[in-house]
């Protein structure tokens, strides 16, 4: 780490730019040789001042592990974010756009763990440990500058460009479908927008959970029991428009809608 970067003012910039729907400059503009471990104190700064405001980390979202994201933003690996109640909106709910800066929604499949998983994990582990999948959007809304790029440290230090998110309300079990094989299709105001199938998300969105679990790890953190996991975008994200109506199908899980205004 870089003894010269203050992680809790750099937090303290990124929450405030968060609270008062503001642009700033991505922070290795100031901050050059900022590295992905302080980016990480970063965001763990930043999360601690959200729950000093009373929000309760509820999970954590993995991004960029899909093809198609890594391209759109041109970063190559995978991060991730932590995900407080605050953040989550009711299916059919409405996502205020004024509420964000620049907001986007993507298609994701998610999953709910019922016991702890820490460090280099299998594909079978993590099964037994998640007790539900779901069909999931995530609406990021990075508080850089038009959405732009900036570094990994930059998008991890924003925690990984988390917003809101929406879980579909059928659940189902993890071993009751192939997960490789789901087709996703998200339709914006009833025409499709994007699509994929599952193995677009890390060739298996299980395996964005054993990844996760890795970069935990290198934290000397657990995936904790009763935790959402949000395994990454499938595809490119949409921009969001007032009066769009977003809605996701995923093979087998079923549909998730949203609306913005
Ligand atoms: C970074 C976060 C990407 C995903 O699912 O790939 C992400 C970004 O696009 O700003 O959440």
């Not at 192939?178 to 499709?192: H, I, Q």
Request: hydrophobic share 40%.
């Amino acid at each position: 780490m870089t003894a010269t970067v203050d992680h809790e003012a750099l937090a303290h910039t990124l929450d405030s730019a968060r609270l008062e729907r503001r642009e700033v400059a991505p922070l290795t503009r100031e901050h050059p040789t900022l590295s992905v471990p302080d980016a990480y104190a970063i965001q763990e700064a930043g999360i601690r001042l959200r729950l000093s405001h009373g929000e309760r980390v509820v999970g954590l979202k993995m991004g960029l592990t899909s093809e198609a994201k890594r391209k759109q933003m041109n970063l190559d690996s995978p991060v991730y974010g932590v995900l407080t109640d605050r953040m989550q909106i009711p299916a059919d709910g409405v996502i205020q756009l004024s509420q964000g800066v620049h907001p986007k929604i993507e298609p994701e499949i998610a999953f709910r763990t019922a016991r702890e998983l820490r460090g280099t994990v299998t594909r079978d582990q993590v099964l037994d440990a998640c007790e539900s999948v779901f069909a999931a959007m995530e609406i990021l809304d990075s508080r850089y500058r038009d959405f732009k790029y900036f570094s990994l440290p930059d998008v991890v230090a924003d925690n990984a460009s988390s917003s809101l998110f929406v879980l579909g309300t059928t659940e189902h079990p993890p071993r009751a479908l192939d997960l490789t094989r789901l087709e996703m299709t998200m339709s914006v105001n009833g025409e499709p927008a994007q699509s994929a199938r599952s193995d677009a998300i890390s060739g298996d969105p299980v395996v964005s959970v054993i990844q996760l679990c890795e970069l935990l790890a290198q934290r000397g953190q657990v995936l904790p029991a009763g935790s959402i996991v949000l395994a990454g975008a499938a595809t490119a994200a949409h921009m969001l428009r007032p009066g769009d109506r977003v809605q996701l199908t995923v093979e087998g899980l079923g549909i998730v809608a949203v609306s913005a205004e």
